[in-house]
């Protein structure tokens, strides 16, 4: 999921221009109708899996669409309803209802615009794959079983908790609907099949009107998604906006909507910018046309809204080139809705829930875990703890537990110093006196002396208790902040009370600055430090009669020494 966003000085989204907008009118006609029949029922499902009426879904659609494509970064980006907003909506509406996620849904598009003025759209490439891969997997997992009770015909209260839900449809098996389940067969079967047959029209649409036809033709008793309004969504007023109480409640669930709407709006306009050879994406602006789309998109109706990966992808593979394919969509979606809004009231709920199953399983990060699996254990880790976390807790505490567990891995992977020491072979001149010899040790330190590393480096060396001469090899060492300052200090003493010398070679200049303004340069001794470790145990044994030619000698002998 996770992708390098561009820099932002490569970010050349263009201003929303007319001119530049019908000059390629026949493919974002195409682009935008296409995308327009794949969100049709999507949106649907999209809004189910939420927890509010299908009408939502589409209102979202059409209303976010049309902004977002207007004010958006992307000129390429499709917004609607998505499924990692439903797994987090599905939480405020349980919890709070339809009126107080209209609330929260423009407090998130307020922060997504104070994040675009604030110039932080670059901040999603910080964020680690393992964790994107672990929330996107989460994801996949809750909505899959979301849907659980529908694709059975289970008329459950829904649960606020994952594993509650779980639990109360197991205890529910003995009231199966068959028909439910022959209908979510069809569907799936047909999204899966359909693509090998004709794959210009979604299979998506093709097994929902199947498997309407079916339940209409055979009477089948199955639940179904209800009256839709055949009319376009007009504004209204949302209530409770002035209660400051209500809003500091709110506050928290505006953030996850914002931080999820972000990423992931984010995440699908890098996937639409490696599609595409025309211009490319803003981030910023794109925070900011997401932001006023999802403070519109309440007064019409409708829930938050994020750019989706799928429906964006259909649209370029369509044609679309700019954003008037984004308005196409939600002009389309919209005459739909006056054209055959009657017809969907006998859509079964089991064929959005089929849907979205396949949609769940297509989720799932295959090649990631594919990926963790042969690279490193502990990237593993991390994304199997956000997936945990994401399903049996929530998503933003996911995303927030992920970031931790991955820093603390970047920290432990910096700060895992490769400290060897070098044999004696390599490390002296020959004629060396055995005595001598004896007394010295050599080690190369590799990597950055912070304080992840600061520990490790006293327990190496403090390791040799009857060496006289302990040469550090610092070349390799680009860093040092305080705490290795304060470890390096008390190595120092720790060697002098066991009358042990210590010795410093090829400070970068960096590290040199640093320890000369801490004092502990002036402590070790200028004496002490040296280009080289030949220059070091030459200045113990100057009357070796090799120091001479090997000193002359100094920039290629330590350049073997790596």
Same mark, same amino acid.
């Given at each position: 999921?996770?992708?390098?966003?561009?820099?932002?000085?490569?970010?050349?989204?263009?201003?929303?221009?007319?001119?530049?907008?019908?000059?390629?009118?026949?493919?974002?006609?195409?682009? !935008? #109708?296409?995308? &327009? +029949? *794949? @969100?049709?029922?999507? $949106?649907?499902? %999209?809004?189910?899996?939420?927890?509010?009426?299908?009408?939502? !879904? #589409?209102?979202? &659609? +059409? *209303? @976010?669409?049309?902004? $977002?494509?207007? %004010?958006?970064?992307?000129?390429?980006?499709?917004?609607?309803?998505?499924?990692?907003? &439903?797994? *987090?909506?599905?939480?405020?509406?349980?919890?709070?209802?339809?009126?107080?996620?209209?609330?929260?849904?423009?407090?998130?598009?307020?922060?997504?615009?104070?994040?675009?003025?604030?110039?932080?759209?670059?901040?999603?490439?910080?964020?680690?794959?393992?964790?994107?891969?672990?929330?996107?997997?989460?994801?996949?997992?809750?909505?899959?079983?979301?849907?659980?009770?529908?694709?059975?015909?289970?008329?459950?209260?829904?649960?606020?908790?994952?594993?509650?839900?779980?639990?109360?449809?197991?205890?529910?098996?003995?009231?199966?609907?068959?028909?439910?389940?022959?209908?979510?067969?069809?569907?799936?079967?047909?999204?899966?099949?359909?693509?090998?047959?004709?794959?210009?029209?979604?299979?998506?649409?093709?097994?929902?009107?199947?498997?309407?036809?079916?339940?209409?033709?055979?009477?089948?008793?199955?639940?179904?998604?209800?009256?839709?309004?055949?009319?376009?969504?007009?504004?209204?007023?949302?209530?409770?906006?002035?209660?400051?109480?209500?809003?500091?409640?709110?506050?928290?669930?505006?953030?996850?909507?914002?931080?999820?709407?972000?990423?992931?709006?984010?995440?699908?306009?890098?996937?639409?910018?490696?599609?595409?050879?025309?211009?490319?994406?803003?981030?910023?602006?794109?925070?900011?046309?997401?932001?006023?789309?999802?403070?519109?998109?309440?007064?019409?109706?409708?829930?938050?809204?994020?750019?989706?990966?799928?429906?964006?992808?259909?649209?370029?593979?369509?044609?679309?080139?700019?954003?008037?394919?984004?308005?196409?969509?939600?002009?389309?979606?919209?005459?739909?809705?006056?054209?055959?809004?009657?017809?969907?009231?006998?859509?079964?709920?089991?064929?959005?829930?089929?849907?979205?199953?396949?949609?769940?399983?297509?989720?799932?990060?295959?090649?990631?875990?594919?990926?963790?699996?042969?690279?490193?254990?502990?990237?593993?880790?991390?994304?199997?703890?956000?997936?945990?976390?994401?399903?049996?807790?929530?998503?933003?505490?996911?995303?927030?537990?992920?970031?931790?567990?991955?820093?603390?891995?970047?920290?432990?992977?910096?700060?895992?110093?490769?400290?060897?020491?070098?044999?004696?072979?390599?490390?002296?001149?020959?004629?060396?006196?055995?005595?001598?010899?004896?007394?010295?040790?050599?080690?190369?330190?590799?990597?950055?002396?912070?304080?992840?590393?600061?520990?490790?480096?006293?327990?190496?060396?403090?390791?040799?208790?009857?060496?006289?001469?302990?040469?550090?090899?610092?070349?390799?060492?680009?860093?040092?902040?305080?705490?290795?300052?304060?470890?390096?200090?008390?190595?120092?003493?720790?060697?002098?009370?066991?009358?042990?010398?210590?010795?410093?070679?090829?400070?970068?200049?960096?590290?040199?600055?640093?320890?000369?303004?801490?004092?502990?340069?002036?402590?070790?001794?200028?004496?002490?430090?040296?280009?080289?470790?030949?220059?070091?145990?030459?200045?113990?044994?100057?009357?070796?009669?090799?120091?001479?030619?090997?000193?002359?000698?100094?920039?290629?002998?330590?350049?073997?020494?790596?």
């Amino acid at each position: 999921m996770e992708s390098p966003l561009t820099e932002e000085s490569v970010e050349v989204s263009k201003p929303f221009r007319l001119g530049h907008l019908f000059q390629s009118w026949r493919g974002d006609l195409t682009g !935008g #109708l296409t995308a &327009a +029949i *794949v @969100a049709l029922p999507l $949106a649907l499902a %999209f809004a189910v899996a939420s927890g509010v009426e299908p009408k939502a !879904g #589409l209102y979202t &659609a +059409i *209303v @976010a669409g049309i902004v $977002a494509a207007v %004010f958006g970064g992307s000129p390429v980006q499709i917004t609607g309803p998505t499924g990692a907003m &439903a797994v *987090v909506l599905i939480g405020i509406v349980s919890q709070y209802g339809i009126e107080k996620v209209w609330l929260a849904g423009v407090m998130a598009g307020l922060i997504q615009i104070a994040l675009g003025i604030a110039k932080l759209g670059q901040l999603v490439k910080f964020i680690p794959y393992p964790v994107t891969a672990g929330f996107t997997n989460g994801i996949a997992i809750i909505i899959f079983c979301g849907q659980l009770n529908n694709f059975l015909g289970l008329q459950l209260p829904r649960q606020e908790y994952f594993l509650d839900g779980l639990w109360q449809t197991f205890n529910h098996l003995h009231l199966v609907n068959f028909a439910s389940v022959l209908v979510a067969l069809i569907v799936i079967a047909t999204k899966l099949i359909w693509p090998y047959v004709y794959p210009t029209i979604p299979g998506s649409l093709v097994g929902l009107v199947l498997a309407t036809i079916v339940s209409i033709v055979f009477h089948l008793s199955v639940p179904t998604i209800g009256t839709i309004p055949q009319s376009l969504p007009l504004p209204h007023s949302i209530p409770h906006w002035y209660d400051l109480n209500l809003l500091r409640e709110l506050l928290r669930p505006a953030l996850a909507l914002a931080a999820l709407g972000s990423i992931e709006s984010l995440l699908s306009a890098v996937v639409a910018d490696g599609m595409t050879v025309s211009e490319k994406h803003n981030s910023n602006r794109e925070l900011i046309g997401q932001g006023i789309a999802n403070m519109v998109v309440p007064f019409f109706g409708g829930i938050p809204a994020t750019g989706a990966i799928a429906r964006t992808a259909v649209n370029v593979r369509s044609g679309g080139k700019t954003r008037l394919s984004g308005v196409i969509h939600g002009i389309a979606l919209g005459f739909i809705v006056l054209a055959f809004a009657p017809l969907a009231s006998h859509i079964p709920l089991a064929a959005l829930a089929g849907i979205l199953m396949v949609t769940s399983v297509r989720m799932i990060e295959w090649e990631a875990i594919g990926l963790l699996l042969r690279a490193t254990y502990s990237d593993l880790a991390v994304m199997l703890l956000t997936w945990l976390v994401t399903i049996f807790f929530d998503l933003v505490l996911a995303v927030e537990i992920g970031l931790i567990a991955a820093g603390a891995l970047f920290i432990k992977r910096m700060s895992d110093l490769n400290l060897a020491k070098i044999p004696e072979t390599e490390a002296f001149p020959p004629g060396i006196p055995l005595e001598l010899s004896q007394s010295i040790a050599v080690y190369r330190v590799d990597g950055p002396v912070f304080f992840g590393a600061a520990e490790r480096f006293v327990t190496f060396l403090r390791d040799e208790p009857e060496v006289k001469y302990l040469i550090l090899r610092m070349r390799f060492v680009p860093n040092i902040d305080t705490t290795g300052v304060v470890a390096l200090e008390y190595i120092y003493y720790d060697l002098k009370r066991h009358n042990c010398r210590l010795m410093l070679t090829g400070l970068q200049p960096q590290v040199r600055e640093i320890l000369e303004r801490s004092g502990l340069l002036a402590k070790i001794g200028v004496e002490n430090c040296f280009a080289t470790t030949t220059e070091a145990i030459c200045s113990l044994h100057p009357s070796l009669p090799e120091c001479s030619s090997l000193l002359a000698k100094t920039e290629s002998v330590e350049l073997s020494e790596i």
